[in-house]
């Protein structure tokens, strides 16, 4: 037989926390786990943007030690997300520029035509840029010598320029422990609205049984 005595104490415990003070304490751990997980975004790309700037100044001490700052923080804390990860251009444009100037400079036995490449392009631009690299390559291209030595051949890959850290899932950070106690809050309030309609229901039975 069902204790009507002890379903009703525990619906009376159940209800002295009432289910709207849990939604609204749900709703403020909300809040503040999503401004933790935005904090550490932001603590992402403002290293991702020193590394950019190291990567641009040619500093390349001051680059590894900005790129193992990404890397530490990223591995360390959620929301970290690197997406395609972070691409040294600059450190890519200058190894290409450094190649092609010893591929087709003056070892090349066809003649330095990087330096006739260079004559048509420095006039174009006033600094160093991707343009720039672009039209060298696009200069180079033109004769008939880049085709014989097999220009690609040794050049430098793209890929080994870009760097992608994994971001934990959770971590034991201010984001990550607000997060566990927004999913303890609504699992409790599932639970709880769970047990007082169980409850409800075996009382409810009781009675159309007498």
Not at 17 to 31: G, N
Not at 69 to 97: F, I, W
Not at 157 to 167: A, C, P, V
Request: hydrophobic fraction near 40%; charge should be negative.
């Amino acid at each position: 037989m069902v204790d009507t005595r002890n379903i009703k104490r525990t619906i009376k415990d159940l209800q002295k926390v009432k289910t709207w003070q849990l939604v609204i304490l749900l709703i403020l751990s909300l809040f503040i786990t999503a401004t933790f997980l935005r904090l550490n975004n932001i603590g992402m790309i403002e290293r991702r943007a020193a590394v950019i700037s190291a990567d641009q100044a040619g500093e390349e001490e001051v680059l590894i030690n900005r790129l193992y700052d990404l890397q530490q923080y990223v591995s360390s804390h959620m929301n970290t997300d690197l997406g395609r990860g972070v691409y040294l251009e600059a450190s890519y444009n200058r190894d290409l520029q450094d190649w092609q100037e010893l591929e087709y400079g003056d070892r090349n036995p066809n003649g330095n035509i990087y330096r006739l490449a260079q004559e048509v392009c420095e006039p174009r631009f006033s600094t160093y840029s991707s343009a720039y690299l672009q039209c060298t390559t696009s200069e180079l291209a033109k004769y008939p010598a880049a085709d014989e030595l097999g220009a690609d051949e040794g050049a430098p890959s793209q890929e080994t320029y870009i760097y992608s850290f994994i971001s934990p899932v959770w971590s034991p950070d201010f984001a990550g422990w607000s997060a566990v106690v927004s999913v303890l809050l609504a699992l409790t309030i599932v639970v709880r609205l769970i047990g007082l309609g169980v409850l409800k229901l075996l009382l409810r039975r009781h009675y159309q049984s007498i």
